[in-house]
């Protein structure tokens, strides 16, 4: 499932620019299925290896297995155990991909999705929702996702007009420094408000730190609208990212509308972030490392920096959450304490050698 | 306007907001904060405060009180309960935003896990009481020459008593004291042997949050189970805190008889949004019905009321 609504219909469907490009992508799908694969096999539970494939084709393939799995072995895979390794898939897929989008629009190698107070804004929003919002338990819909989602895009539009409206020459500095600023403010209104009310602290807490561990169906069919669009949406930009990447007043002179395409990117990353943070909380590191070390190994053009960080952020977070399940199991470990344990010393290898050769 | 489609991509994108919450029935996670919290854990706030702490027995600093406090303020909801349940209610001037039992406490602003020296210090006490010393506050009411007692959160059932028969005496109040810890004892034991007798040994799941956490056969809240016979499915995950957060994988796959909810008021749990939880209605303690409801309150403090935790865990327990 994950292998063929993942990588398989934007790596097929992309125009290849170029020849080397599809080399790239066959590696990037093959990872990603790879780490989708590993993700399905292990875990706490420790089921046999092949009831588990036969089991996934079970539920996948229009045809009807025996795997040989329990009933309960068969939920835990299915229900459990799948609907994780596929969040996990789609979020390092949105982190990753923003993150590149947005080092693009900027030209800032330090750009994430967190940079512009997306992060912050949602966090604000979220914590207003849990504190003064109304019991949830009867409405049709949950106002924290949607709280979430505006106090994330408000955070951006906020940023995104203060540096523009200073500087008339809508610098990318200015962006970045705008968004700086109100993270900060943001963040403060967060803490406020959160220790503000004790009695929903804890809820607060909970939220901040993700919730990887109780991903469900639900989680990911929320996501993976999202993922289309965004994803969708940002490849159909690589080229006039790479033309940013000359420069604004080159790029201007080129043709490019160069406010319009950063607008576009910005909010179709966005978008994408507030969807992956409004389901598993705050997993850093993704969007900066893995657009970077994709970059270092296979060049710095969007046409392939934009879906090998997809695809590569989706297979770094499954492989991370993998070892978040399995390392202290039956405990968990928090994902970002795994992203940045493995990831920062890979990255500086990468670094190193790319310095070197 | 030089951009007209600016408002309008935003439109369009708030648009999606909503439609993503529709299809969204539970609470989500998220985050703002700086990365650094990524790489932290927080074991739930309540309990996980005990954890790395010296043993529960109570420890005084700043100057001996000469005599039997008039103007005490309790940041403990534990020692709250406490004070009023052996008669040094109408001493207790201010408790903290936490101390919600009994009614009748003094409750105000004032904060246990954030104290604020000041604020204290202008209720006038001649007593403090506190939970965490953590932020030091012990040494700064010292330097006020207000006395402070800390009264750790307890390892052991025998802390309770021990804090319970430290307030009497630190209130004049020391018959009483032990009067209420006698009777617990006697309550205690009479909750256990009216507790059903499982044919083999039962495992629980204690839910401390949704995500979760849980805690192991060491920790307070284990030792209460075990009087009862009964051993935490997160015994092999203890890492060393006693409060471990397990896997959803894991909780599954132990298949615990008896799951009991902490979270009833934190995380607006019960045993019907347990039973809702993919997968979860496989679990013995789901079909046997042996989920169990517990106030946060009285399964996350140390004081009288813990024979009330014990006997929601025995009326809870399947008979069989």
Known sequence: MAVAVGPLGIGTRAPVAGSRIAPWLACGVAALAGAVVIGILTGPAGLPLGGSLVEVADHVLPVDLDSGLTAAQATILWEIRVPRVLLGAAVGWLLAGAGAAYQGVFRNPLADPFTLGSAAGAGLGATLAIVYGPATGSWPLDPLPVASFAGALLAVAVSYMLGTGVDRSRSATSIVLAGIAVAAFFTALQTYVQQRDTDTVQRVYTWLLGRMSTATWDDVRLVMPYLIVCSGGLLALRRMLDVLRVGELEAAALGLHVARVRLAAVALATLGTAAAVSVTGLIGFVGIIVPHTVRLVAGASYRRVLPLSMLCGGAFLVLADVLARTLASPAEIPIGVVTAFFGAPFFLLVLRSRRRA | ?320
């Open chain 2, 1 to 320: 306007m030089k951009h007209p489609w600016r408002p309008i991509a935003l439109a369009v994108a708030l648009l999606g907001v909503v439609g993503c919450g529709a299809d969204r029935p539970d609470a989500a996670g998220g985050t703002p904060a700086p990365a650094t919290t990524s790489t932290t854990t927080a074991a739930p706030l309540t309990m996980a405060s005990s954890t790395s702490r010296a043993p529960g027995a109570a420890t005084t600093s700043g100057p001996t009180a000469p005599s039997a406090p008039k103007r005490i303020v309790s940041l403990s909801p534990t020692a709250t309960e406490s004070l009023f349940a052996i008669g040094a209610g109408p001493l207790v001037v201010a408790v903290d935003d936490q101390s919600n039992f009994p009614a009748e406490a003094p409750r105000t602003e004032l904060s246990g896990f954030r104290p604020n020296v000041e604020a204290i210090a202008a209720k006038n006490p001649d007593l403090v009481v506190i939970a965490d010393d953590s932020a030091k506050l012990a040494e700064a009411l010292g330097k006020l020459k207000i006395p402070v007692l800390v009264q750790l959160p307890a390892k052991t059932i025998d802390d309770v008593y021990a804090q319970i028969g430290e307030l009497g005496t630190r209130t004049g109040r020391r018959s009483q004291a032990d009067a209420l810890t006698a009777r617990m004892k006697a309550d205690l034991a009479a909750a256990v042997a009216a507790a059903p007798k499982p044919s083999k040994p039962l495992r629980y799941y204690h839910e401390l949050d949704d995500t979760y956490y849980t805690v192991t056969s060491t920790t307070f809240a284990g030792q209460l189970y075990r009087l009862f016979g009964l051993t935490s499915i997160a015994d092999a995950a203890d890492d060393g805190s006693g409060f471990p957060q397990l896997s959803a994988e894991a909780i599954l796959t132990a298949d615990p008889d008896v799951i009991f909810l902490a979270d009833t008021k934190c995380c607006k749990q019960s045993a019907r949004t347990v039973a809702a939880r993919p997968g979860w209605s496989t679990l013995k303690a789901v079909k046997a019905n042996a989920v169990v409801e517990l106030d946060d309150d009285l399964a996350s403090r140390w004081g009288p009321r813990i024979v009330e935790f014990a006997r929601a865990v025995a009326a809870g327990l399947p008979r069989s």
